[in-house]
């Protein structure tokens, strides 16, 4: 054989080494990146415990309470408050929802004052929503020592009767207060069961008639279906269902009334529930009889 013939042989034997140290170092590194990422697999899973002992100990919300405590001890905490916006509401509410807050986070704090960081003003803000008259209220703090509470009311629109009780309702039907009949204040009476849901429906109504608008004393919402209006010189309009029918119905009325003066002619009623007619009922004279009453024009 020859010297040629063995070195070829000789370089076939070294190529055919090479393959397996790659592979080896393949898996070496291959390895190393396995347990690099089983270290860092194995670190979060601690990470994760050491947060679930944490939440368990209350650590984040004891470190706040300290926080704000040590913020408190510097000044700032709440020594006093102010209150704008009220008219008519009873300020004692306002009084009562704050100070409870400010007592709840002094406790928490174990100090005399209330810290600021620990007043929770979005919770003072959602007490007072849950009364009528509010009809949103802002609540911020005053650095270093003091709220503000503005207080944004809703506007009286009308009183509301239903059961025996009488109530003040805004433009919206929202109910703000209870009534004393010795109280009442010169606005418009919804009468029935659900009236006050109609209070705006209503007043849209009525602003299509201008010359009937001061003129009316209550309204009565019939069957939770339409309104018997009655106007202060005594007589009562029963309008149709719906809302077109009614404002269709009320428009013609206005129109006739304008022109040759329905109202305050001593008519009892004014029944304008049948579409194109209007039926009357007059006072009984003295002495007259009194007859069986007509049934009334069906309502459904």
Do not use: C
């Amino acid at each position: 054989m020859s010297a040629a013939h063995v070195r070829r042989g000789g370089g076939s034997r070294a190529a055919a080494r090479k393959p397996a140290k790659t592979a080896k170092k393949k898996r070496s590194v291959s390895d190393a990146r396995a347990g690099k990422l089983a270290g860092l697999a194995f670190a979060g899973f601690l990470l994760a415990i050491g947060i679930v002992v944490l939440i368990a100990l209350d650590v984040p919300a004891k470190a706040e309470r300290a926080a704000a405590t040590t913020a408190g001890r510097a000044g700032f905490t709440v020594s006093g408050y102010q209150i704008v916006g009220i008219a008519h509401m009873n300020r004692g509410i306002v009084d009562d929802i704050v100070n409870d807050e400010l007592k709840r986070a002094a406790d928490e704090a174990g100090t005399a004052k209330a810290p600021q960081a620990l007043v929770d003003v979005a919770g003072i803000r959602q007490r007072l929503l849950q009364f009528g008259w509010v009809r949103d209220a802002r609540i911020s703090r005053r650095l270093p020592d003091s709220l503000a509470i503005d207080i944004v009311e809703r506007t009286p629109a009308a009183l509301w009767q239903n059961r025996g009780q009488l109530a003040l309702i805004d433009g919206d039907g929202v109910v703000l207060d209870r009534v004393p009949v010795d109280k009442m204040p010169d606005l418009p009476l919804l009468i029935g069961p659900g009236a006050n849901a109609q209070a705006r429906p209503l007043s849209e109504l009525m602003a299509g008639v201008p010359t009937l608008k001061p003129q009316l004393a209550s309204a009565t919402w019939i069957g939770g279906r339409r309104w018997d209006l009655n106007f202060q010189s005594g007589e009562t309009v029963a309008l149709p269902d719906g809302g077109a029918a009614a404002r269709t119905a009320l428009v013609k009325f206005a129109k006739a009334d304008k022109s040759t003066g329905l109202l305050g002619r001593g008519i009892v009623r004014f029944d304008l529930r049948v579409p194109g007619k209007m039926i009357v009922r007059l006072p009984r004279a003295p002495g007259e009889a009194i007859a069986p009453p007509s049934p009334p024009p069906r309502e459904g």
